[in-house]
């Protein structure tokens, strides 16, 4: 604190320290907060930009199913190739379903393998 010659600390000196500490905090406070909007604007400009991914993944999914379902139709006529084809999907942990016998209660869209569910956007809170 300052201090007078005569060692005594006014008002005046009292208000100064406090009012540089409430400066301070303040400017930290601000600098916080601004920092905090910035990544709450990069966050939603990241969730703005799965969109697109989303419809790309979709059309993915929608031509993976309709090539999987097509081999087990195959597979069912006695296509030995395709029995192999689907033999290794159950083995990577996908079983193909027409889309008539999807399980019940299934995340998956029908006709979807097992275990691929919808993605999801994700939404700001």
């Keep these: 604190m300052f201090f007078l010659n005569n060692g005594k600390v006014t008002t005046a000196n009292v208000l100064l320290a406090v009012g540089m500490i409430g400066f301070v905090l303040f400017l930290t406070l601000a600098f916080q907060f601004s920092q905090v909007l910035q990544a709450r604007s990069d966050m939603h400009s990241a969730i703005a930009g799965q969109d697109k991914q ?6 993915i999914r929608e031509q993976f199913n309709a090539l999987a379902v097509g081999t087990l139709k ?26 008539s ?19 999801q956007r994700l939404t700001p809170p």
């Design 54 to 59: 989303l419809e790309g993944v979709s059309h």
């Design 74 to 99: 195959l597979s069912r006529k006695g296509d030995k190739g395709a029995g192999e084809i689907i033999d290794r999907l159950k083995q990577m942990g996908i079983d193909v379903h027409m889309p």
């Design 101 to 119: 016998e999807a399980p019940m209660g299934a995340a998956a869209p029908m006709g979807a393998p097992a275990g691929m569910g919808v993605p």
